[in-house]
């Protein structure tokens, strides 16, 4: 067996289907242009279609194999309507990526009600709904990966965790709930913990200078993340070869949260 091949079985998704939340922008949209590149045929879900079609055209212009389907996942009913349409496109999916998310956070004494619940639909009911919806699936046909993206206010308060944190900590949560349920038929659920990344979603923090580079000093490598740097985690984490990682959290970090 050549290196090649060795590499290809631990790691190739030729042959799978992956639907990627938020996959138009950010991590998300690294993720799922990691997945395509691998060989899995990925349905990227968010709002806006202009970001859409450019990750698709961009994805399609390398010889991978995308769509897009514009969702709204902030209600039930978008969340549905989504997953029917993506789940239409290429086939039930093997690996479910969850990635959309609002972060929404103003102080604790400001929280009000509609934050709350926006933020919950958003970052931990959508997820438990395709969860729902496509975990048994996954089970019944003994193969499934479900990855959520979830963030350091899973585990540490700071800049105004407010919802936003009791969001991912819930969807942490939900992961392993997720694994007991169904790891035993062949599905692992696990999440993908960033530290400081610039992406659209940072936006408040990454316009100041200062903050920037106080959080890059918190790491051990000296530097903010990218996108670009949950390429790896994610294929492994998609893929054969992470069979028996399952209920996990793995921070793609740079140290920042054990510094």
Request: some cysteine.
């Amino acid at each position: 067996m050549t290196s090649r091949d060795y590499l290809s079985d631990l790691f190739s998704l030729d042959g799978l289907t992956a639907l990627v939340t938020g996959g138009s922008s950010g991590i998300g949209r690294a993720i799922a242009g990691a997945l395509a590149r691998a060989g899995a045929s990925v349905v990227v879900v968010a709002r806006r279609e202009s970001e859409l079609a450019a990750t698709v055209d961009e994805l399609t212009a390398d010889g991978a194999r995308a769509a897009w389907v514009s969702g709204d996942l902030g209600t039930r009913d978008g969340v549905r309507t989504a997953a029917e349409g993506a789940a239409a496109v290429f086939g039930e999916p093997d690996i479910l990526v969850n990635s959309a998310g609002i972060n929404l956070r103003p102080p604790m004494s400001e929280l009000d009600e509609d934050v709350w619940d926006a933020t919950m639909a958003v970052n931990l009911e959508a997820p438990y709904l395709l969860g729902r919806r496509f975990g048994p699936g996954m089970a019944e046909r003994g193969y499934g990966r479900i990855i959520h993206v979830t963030s350091q206010q899973a585990h540490r308060a700071f800049v105004n965790s407010g919802a936003y944190g009791v969001s991912k900590g819930a969807l942490e949560s939900l992961a392993r709930s997720q694994a007991e349920a169904w790891s035993p038929y062949g599905v692992t659920c696990n999440t993908l913990v960033p530290g400081f990344v610039m992406t659209p979603l940072n936006t408040r923090l990454s316009s100041d200078p200062e903050k920037v580079a106080a959080l890059a000093a918190r790491t051990m490598v000296g530097r903010n993340g990218l996108a670009d740097d949950f390429a790896g985690a994610a294929v492994f984490l998609a893929g054969r070869s992470s069979r028996y990682v399952t209920g996990q959290s793995v921070f793609v970090d740079g140290g920042f949260s054990v510094h």
